[in-house]
């Protein structure tokens, strides 16, 4: 049974997540197994540990054979991320975009085995980040994909839909998907929501009915700017398992020295993302009434107030801002001082991208255009420095002159 928190986590959750098995161990900090192979005790249970583990399923802790089959101090932030998110399993990878790979491989795998492959293919809605974009739009996993309207997905769902992929909040408009009604839709269909923008304390996709939820643990999970990872998580064991199943055949593994760095931050997680929620909150507001502003997007500002007032808990600590064209977006990026202009995001610091040049540089023009990621689109990842030093930096920069 799942050691999952009933409601959002609390505080206390994230401070104490994962930690059972650690005290147990008569241990205060998690232990960082750097070990890439393992002494074997036994032959034929080494042979059945790998067996199992190749299968995806709970192999044998004791004979753990080899690193890419299982490390014990990934497993620990896999256990807290899982009670996070109130799931039964969690699986860490070595980037979001191999966790969503993962997760789209797994998706076609079990449509295949239920003689359902011709024609396989995932359903997913735009906008969402620039290279999963590219992943699905390529072909690249030779999945092809439909892209709907969230409201019609039920109109596309066939016996030969693996998956049907949502972002919410996307990327970088922060449009927001109601879960709920996507799974409804989705009928068997497996559904997985993208969350990144909205880690487990603002959003928790599993508690809407969707199947999996993924994140690029690079930004809020990791939360300093110093770890790749991506996690997907479900309640449903034989989802778990064939993650884990692709994780060992395909070896897209998460480093333990980078999943210790992520456990230690999930402590801190619900304090990081209040503080700059707050800024974000105060300069959102500053913004609109900025006569360089055209357009400033959050969460339940607006619009969508509904799907925001069901599915999150908070606004979080993304902003898009429209100042009206490229040339005006650039001045600005080039202008801040304090703030930093660099892709990614969820960071103690605060970042600013041009998403159409840069994150979603990669997506068709026509996507770009039909979705809002428009050529005055700026994206800012608010972090933890005091509202006012941002805002002068900000607003400084908003009134630079060519
Ligand atoms: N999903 C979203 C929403 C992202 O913003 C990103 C990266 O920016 C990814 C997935 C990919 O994550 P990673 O860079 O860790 O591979």
Not at 69 to 87: D, F, R, S, Y
Not at 230 to 255: C, K, N, Q
Not at 302 to 324: E, K
Request: with cysteine; glycine share 8%.
């Amino acid at each position: 049974m799942s050691e999952a928190a009933a409601s959002p986590p609390t505080r206390t959750d994230a401070v104490h997540a994962g930690r059972t098995p650690i005290r147990r161990a008569g241990l205060h900090a998690p232990p960082i197994d750097l070990s890439s192979t393992y002494p074997i005790s036994n032959m034929d249970a080494a042979g059945e540990s790998i067996a199992s583990f190749a299968r995806g399923e709970d192999g044998d802790e004791d004979e753990p054979v080899y690193a890419r089959l299982h490390n014990p101090t990934v497993a620990h932030a896999e256990t807290a991320i899982a009670q996070l998110e109130g799931a039964d399993g969690c699986v860490a990878f070595g980037s979001g975009m191999a966790a969503m790979t993962a997760t789209l491989l797994a998706a076609r795998s079990a449509v295949v085995e239920a003689g359902r492959g011709e024609n396989a293919h995932v359903i997913a809605v735009r906008p969402m980040y620039g290279t999963g974009d590219h992943l699905l739009s390529s072909g690249l996993l030779g999945l092809p994909v439909r892209w709907v309207d969230p409201d019609n997905i039920r109109a596309h769902v066939t016996r030969a839909t693996a998956l049907i992929w949502i972002e919410t909040p996307a990327n970088p408009t922060l449009d927001l998907v109601d879960i709920a009604h996507v799974a409804e839709q989705a009928g068997d269909v497996p559904v997985c929501v993208d969350s990144t923008f909205a880690p487990p304390v603002l959003q928790r996709p599993l508690d809407h009915g969707a199947t999996f939820s993924m994140h690029s643990a690079t930004k809020f999970l990791g939360g300093h700017g110093d770890v790749v990872a991506g996690v997907v998580s479900s309640d449903a064991p034989e989802w778990v398992e064939r993650l884990r199943h692709v994780r060992v055949a395909t070896g897209a593994l998460l480093h333990p020295l980078a999943a210790y760095l992520l456990h230690r931050s999930l402590p801190s997680l619900p304090g990081r993302v209040e503080r700059a929620q707050a800024t974000a909150i105060e300069l959102a507001d500053r913004c609109d009434g900025h006569s360089h502003v055209c357009h400033v997007h959050m969460p339940g500002r607006n619009r969508q107030n509904d799907v925001f007032a069901r599915q999150m808990s908070g606004a979080g600590t993304m902003i898009a801002l429209d100042v009206g064209s490229k040339d005006r977006a650039r001045l600005v990026v080039e202008s801040v001082r304090l703030i930093t202009p660099a892709v990614s995001l969820g960071s103690v610091d605060t970042l600013i991208q041009h998403p159409a040049s840069l994150t979603h540089g990669v997506v068709n023009e026509r996507a770009k255009e039909d979705h809002g990621i428009s050529p005055g689109l700026l994206r800012l990842s608010v972090g933890l420095e005091d509202a006012d030093d941002l805002w002068d930096d900000l607003s400084a920069a908003l009134e630079t002159r060519c």
